[in-house]
């Protein structure tokens, strides 16, 4: 039986669309009496709902999504996708023995194998995101620290669309991290038992993530860029929303040695965690490469230093709401500390910019009410 992802579908981010087809999934499948799920999509966050239902349902599932970009690798990572292994005839035997199941495939090890798969290929922060609500689905306590710890250790390594890639594929990428590995189980075995001779090393890629943090605040932020920058700072620009910062760059209003604020847009206030695709698009329009420091959630992919996923967000009264115009800001990636011109005195004086959460009774207004943040998967608490 198939089913099919409805077209319309609740406004907000990431995560909202995560969660809406986690429970959407769900509900599908009730009475149906499936003895398995093949699953399949295009977005990051299709592939993670559809993990999370399967969870749910405590029903063996196959991923069958092409295995090209960097959340698939990382999926395959977890347990959830053959190497080599004919697609069918797994999908028959797992249907057959009903067996692994989920809960069988998602602990420790294997959400830290896929942590390191997904990076290595140069994921960025949202599948931070995706893996902790696999993991808080699945029970498993202390990932989200053990993100804090491996992903700035995992810089990517290669690209998709890379000719080392291409050639070595998923089981040579593998190999390749070799130790760095856990032999766990997956729906075809132990995941070292296909894998090839590791191969040679691949063309650099230097992205990595690095963790910055407020001492005072109690902020936290991911910082994506590249692995030789040691130090960002810039002038504050603060816009409310997306909107407003691509309405800014549009009006030539950002300077060079600015830095781009841009609150809103996290799980409470977006709501759902919004990606920020136009805005990557219209600053590369304008030539402008500037760093930007927001709530909610970097593209993929993307050029330029982004420093994403603050937390606490503009909606629930985190410090970045009370930055201003002409706030200096530095961000020291060596140590991992966010420093600023202002003083904390006049920080406490500061009336913090407010997010207005979405009223009413519908989906996207009680998932806004309710979120987790970010870095704890930013579902549904």
């Not at 970045?320 to 005195?345: H, P, Q, S």
């Amino acid at each position: 039986m198939t089913l099919s992802l409805p077209d319309t579908r609740p406004t907000g981010g990431v995560a909202l669309h995560r969660e809406w087809v986690a429970d959407w999934a769900q509900i599908s499948s009730f009475g149906e009496n499936f003895d398995a799920l093949l699953v399949s999509a295009a977005q990051p966050a299709e592939l993670a709902g559809l993990l999370i239902a399967a969870l749910r349902l405590d029903l063996p599932a196959v991923l069958a999504a092409p295995l090209t970009d960097p959340f698939a690798v990382a999926f395959a990572a977890l347990g959830f996708a053959p190497l080599e292994e004919d697609l069918v005839e797994v999908v028959v035997e797992v249907a057959r023995t009903r067996w692994p199941r989920p809960h069988d495939l998602i602990e420790g090890f294997s959400l830290a194998n896929a942590l390191r798969a997904g990076l290595s290929l140069g994921a960025g922060p949202e599948l931070l995101v995706h893996l902790a609500a696999i993991a808080h689905e699945a029970g498993e306590v202390g990932f989200t620290q053990m993100i804090r710890v491996l992903a700035p250790e995992n810089p990517a390594v290669s690209t998709p669309q890379s000719s080392w890639f291409e050639k070595h594929g998923v089981a040579g990428l593998f190999a390749y991290l070799g130790e760095a590995l856990h032999d766990t189980p997956t729906v075809t075995g132990r995941l070292k038992e296909p894998l090839p001779p590791g191969p040679p090393a691949p063309e650099a890629a230097a992205s990595r993530l690095v963790f910055v943090r407020g001492r005072a605040s109690g902020t936290e932020a991911v910082c994506r860029t590249d692995g030789a920058v040691a130090e960002l700072s810039g002038l504050c620009r603060f816009y409310a929303s997306e909107e407003a910062a691509v309405r800014a760059v549009g009006d030539g209003e950002p300077g060079p040695s600015d830095l781009l604020v841009v609150g809103g847009c996290g799980p409470r206030g977006g709501p759902g965690l919004l990606r920020l695709d136009l805005l990557e698009r219209v600053l590369g329009e304008a030539g402008l490469n500037v760093p930007v420091f927001t709530d909610g959630l970097s593209p993929e992919g993307v050029m330029g230093t982004w420093i994403s996923l603050v937390a606490p967000e503009v909606a629930v009264g985190g410090i970045i709401g009370r930055l201003r115009d002409g706030d200096l800001l530095r961000l020291d990636l060596v140590e991992g500390i966010i420093r600023t011109g202002v003083k904390a005195e006049e920080f406490s004086r500061r009336k913090p910019f407010a997010v207005a959460i979405s009223p009413g009774f519908g989906y996207a207004a009680r998932y806004a009410r309710a979120a987790f943040p970010a870095l704890e998967g930013a579902g549904f608490s």
